[in-house]
């Protein structure tokens, strides 16, 4: 399959979890203190599997004291969520959700200012042609991404608004034989045996649906220059 100049990506998730605290009803950032200023998303993929595994890292702006923190999500099962804030880290505790919400609880008041909050979670490689989605072409197998408008959640927990524009750093590990492309070029290509290592290069500010990326047997078009 080629690429050609249309755009590749989208990701979904989403949570099961017991309800334990209010649920937001306005937009996430008209009822929190709180802002990511970048995000570190790490993915494992393969266009032959259901499922994806991933990490992802947002860099915290926490104006008030808050105990309990509110991300879009769905689809999408957590691991483990840890916060790093004045020098303490705490476990957060994945609470009450609704169908496209993540609320993580902390133990202890997370102080103002830069924090970092670290999760560890899978989501479903789906069908359709939203969030990470498997396409097959010629008995070739491919992943592609499409998050607008609101299906990012469904990839990694996030703040998937688009009044948030932050700089996004994308890792991908894939098959050996695949390849793979997103917003930005590779800054490093590492080969680990069956797997193969794609990081690239940090984005300038975007907003959560615009991220992308695609994995597969791909083949590229030298598209001249301008």
């Known amino acids: 399959m080629r690429i050609g100049s249309w755009a590749v990506c989208a990701i979904a998730f989403g949570l099961a979890c017991s309800a334990a605290a209010q649920i937001p009803k306005l937009r996430l950032a008209e009822v929190q203190d709180i802002s990511p200023t970048r995000y570190g998303l790490e993915l494992s993929v393969d266009p032959e599997q259901p499922q994806f595994t991933g990490t992802v ?14 991300l879009n999500a769905s689809d999408l099962t957590i691991q483990e969520a840890t916060l790093s804030a004045a020098g303490k880290q705490q476990t957060a505790k994945a609470a009450a959700s609704g169908p496209d919400l993540l ?3 902390f133990e202890s008041m997370v102080p103002s200012g830069p924090a970092e909050l670290r999760i560890r979670y899978s989501g479903k490689i789906r069908q359709d042609t939203g969030g990470v989605f498997r396409l097959e072409d010629l008995g070739n197998k491919y992943l592609f991404t ?8 469904v990839a990694f927990p996030c703040f998937d608004e688009p009044s948030y524009k ?3 750093q994308l890792t991908l590990h894939v098959p050996a034989q695949d ?11 590492m080969a680990e045996g069956q797997r193969k290592t794609y990081v690239f290069q940090e984005t300038n500010p975007l ?13 590229f078009v030298d598209a001249g220059k301008a």
Do not use: C, H, M
């Open 57 to 70: 890292q947002i860099s915290l702006d926490v104006r008030k004291p808050l105990a309990t923190l509110w």
């Open 103 to 105: 609320n993580l609880q």
């Open 146 to 153: 499409q998050f607008e408008a609101t299906e990012a959640r």
């Open 166 to 168: 932050v700089p996004w």
């Open 179 to 189: 390849k793979a492309v997103s917003n930005t070029p590779v800054i490093r290509e």
């Open 207 to 219: 907003p959560s649906y615009l991220v992308a990326f695609a994995v597969g047997p791909l083949e």
